[in-house]
């Protein structure tokens, strides 16, 4: 009561961010920086695997393997490596997914099969760069990196999706604004 509305802009400021904190920011993240598929393969997940990605041994995935570019030009730089873990359910979605570059997984999951992704779990972690993915990213091995891992939910609490991102230090920044409460 007695806050009032202000206007700041009519359209989105134009230019690069990583401010997310709506699923479909997230989603705009995707149509801003383009999807190269490096690999898929169908899995079942390992007692490791399971471990690394908090879910039951046993669990059958769709894994595709990508890199995120700044834009969609030859020249464009590498922002992070993703490995997406799919509900293998959703299996066939690959095909879309290489013909859909610049569409999140979790959106194409939502448009093909009716599941709205109602919520999504973040855990940042810091991580020195792997060697694996270093020439990949354009980065040095052992440097300063963030892995953001995602879990998607559908309305119902089941997870469909599980992406784990490794982005060099210097291209990613998260930003967080906190409040006071006035109660």
Not at 24 to 50: C, I, K, S, Y
Not at 118 to 128: C, S, Y
Not at 132 to 160: F, K, M, N
Request: hydrophobic share 40%; glycine share 6%.
């Amino acid at each position: 009561k007695n806050v009032g509305t202000r206007v700041e802009a009519t359209r989105p400021a134009a230019g690069f961010t990583q401010s997310i904190a709506t699923v479909d920011e997230l989603a705009q993240f995707g149509a801003r920086h383009v999807r190269v598929v490096r690999g898929t393969e169908r899995l079942v997940a390992d007692l490791a695997l399971a471990k690394e990605l908090d879910c039951p041994g046993g669990t059958r995935w769709l894994h595709i393997s990508s890199l995120r570019m700044e834009d969609a030009t030859p020249a464009a730089r590498p922002i992070c490596w993703t490995d997406v873990y799919v509900d293998a359910a959703f299996g066939d979605i690959d095909g879309l997914v290489r013909e859909s570059p610049e569409t999140l997984i979790s959106s194409l999951i939502e448009a093909r099969y009716g599941r709205a992704i109602t919520r999504i779990r973040q855990e940042v972690d810091a991580i020195l760069m792997p060697a694996e993915l270093a020439g990949e990213l354009q980065a040095e091995v052992g440097s300063p990196a963030l892995r953001i891992t995602r879990r998607y939910y559908d309305a119902a609490g089941e997870l469909l999706e599980i992406s784990r991102s490794i982005h060099p230090a210097s291209r990613f920044t998260f930003s967080m604004e906190l409040s006071r409460s006035r109660e």
